[in-house]
């Protein structure tokens, strides 16, 4: 019995061992590209907070400013772009996304439409029977800039047309290597942020005109550049989610290899335990024959 015993524990100790050659070559793969990732997130983030900073001054200098992608409907139906992962083995990263898009449906209980970015997000909702607006962005690792901007044509066009009524996109937020977010951030309509209302209103009220011309008009200036900032937004949200997916992974596996050390540690104690039971036993039988 106590030699089956100890071909059991051996065998679960190489089980465990293989496995942790595994996570721990994923955790070296995920730390890697997570560099790369966080390299692309902060070099993108200026792009987009430029072009919304000249959205928000062409609004700011323009008196009679108005655009049809400012316009507020009453919300019918709304398209969401939902970002998660091509495969799991990444902590709570998938199922998190998902339940920030449960709680934002359960406070905006209207017809949803949605864009897929990964292919576990295109499972989610495909099992679900949600409407899926295209399937053209279901694979998150071959999504690069021009996904961003024919996605922003897609949602900014669809808009106009009055297809949907409010566009957003639910996506993961990178803080830390050990703290990921998920966050739902409004695209359309767009509003002028509060701090450019103060300036646009303290200006008006002691009659100060910004001198800056836009041609051929504000207007046509601003609604060319919309789209931009749509794609630069989608753009932005793709290198978060990237980052953190990459950061729950390598904190998953992590977790993993302690785990699976742990399970060597007791596992080697429980065969040296059985070894020196057999041991014992084998000194026992072998005292009590030549007594014999």
Do not use: W
């Not at 051996?10 to 730390?31: F, P």
């Amino acid at each position: 019995m106590a030699g089956a015993s100890m071909k059991d524990i051996k065998l679960r100790i190489k089980s465990v061992e293989s496995t942790m050659q595994i996570t721990k070559a994923m955790e070296l793969v995920a730390s890697s590209k997570l560099r790369k990732a966080k390299e692309r997130q902060e070099r993108c983030r200026p792009y987009f907070t430029e072009l919304r900073d000249a959205l928000n001054r062409i609004e700011a200098s323009t008196s009679d400013f108005s655009s049809p992608y400012q316009i507020k409907r009453p919300v019918e139906k709304q398209c969401l772009i939902v970002i998660a992962g091509d495969r799991g083995l990444a902590g709570g990263y998938n199922s998190n996304v998902f339940k920030q898009y449960e709680r934002f449906i359960a406070e905006n209980p209207v017809e949803t439409v949605v864009i897929p970015i990964g292919k576990r997000s295109l499972e989610y909702f495909v099992r679900r029977g949600i409407q899926v607006l295209t399937e053209s962005f279901s694979e998150a690792a071959s999504i690069h800039v021009a996904d961003c901007f024919e996605m922003a044509d897609l949602i900014t066009k669809g808009y106009l047309n009055g297809e949907y009524d409010r566009v957003g996109i639910i996506y993961t937020k990178f803080v830390s290597l050990l703290t990921q977010t998920t966050d739902a951030l409004h695209l359309l309509p767009l509003a002028l942020e509060e701090t450019e209302k103060a300036e646009k209103a303290a200006a008006a009220e002691h009659g100060i005109q910004p001198l800056v011309i836009y041609e051929p008009d504000p207007n046509t200036v601003y609604d060319s550049i919309v789209p931009n900032y749509i794609a630069g937004m989608i753009y932005g949200a793709m290198c978060e989610s990237v980052a953190s997916e990459l950061g729950a992974r390598r904190t998953a596996m992590d977790a993993a290899n302690k785990n699976a050390a742990e399970m060597i540690d007791d596992l080697s104690l429980k065969y040296n335990r059985a070894r020196q039971g057999a041991i014992t036993q084998e000194i026992t039988e072998i005292v009590a024959g030549a007594e014999h």
